[in-house]
């Protein structure tokens, strides 16, 4: 067997190889993720119904712990769609968002429902995966010396005007 036929017997295996490759990657079912904002679930909900999604935000309100799942709020600053997870998922959840704090920023995976049949019709998305991809933290809210002023002035005119109101009503009894 010469040089050139044995190099072309090798290549030709190589190429049936990555034909097979090719192929076993092009026949297995991928699943398709998709990054969507609130909005997008919102106004196009028939579009991603049953489909596998990926959405991110701010984690708000409480975790609230129904047995071995939990209910959180993901918030992308334009809506908040509510998430069902596993409970040892939502443990990985440091701090939601309120007044005093800054939620912790997650990414979810999994199955958007447009009517959730389980959950009384509702729109949300059952999470099989959730990344923290930003802690969360609290926060010290500072009033404005100007919003204190202003403040101290209404009170002002308040308690002006129900003394007048008073003085008004005791002389009106005394005629």
Known sequence: MSHVTRHMSHVKIFLKAILIII????????TCYSQVSSSDLINNAKQYDGKE???????IGDV?????????????TKNAIGIWLPRNLAK??????????KGDIVEVKGKFNRVCIEHGGDLDVHAYMLNVI????NVDEV???RKIKVAI???IICLTLAVIYFIRLFYSKRR
């Open 92 to 101: 990985e959840i440091s701090i939601t968002g309120s007044y005093e704090a």
């Open 153 to 155: 002035a209404f009170l």
């Open 64 to 76: 609230m712990v129904r047995g071995n799942f939990a209910w959180i709020n993901v918030n992308d």
């Open 143 to 145: 009033i404005s010396p």
């Open 23 to 30: 192929s076993t990657c092009y026949l297995l079912p991928v």
């Open 53 to 59: 999604i990926v959405y991110s935000g701010e984690v």
């Open 134 to 137: 930003k802690k969360g933290k």
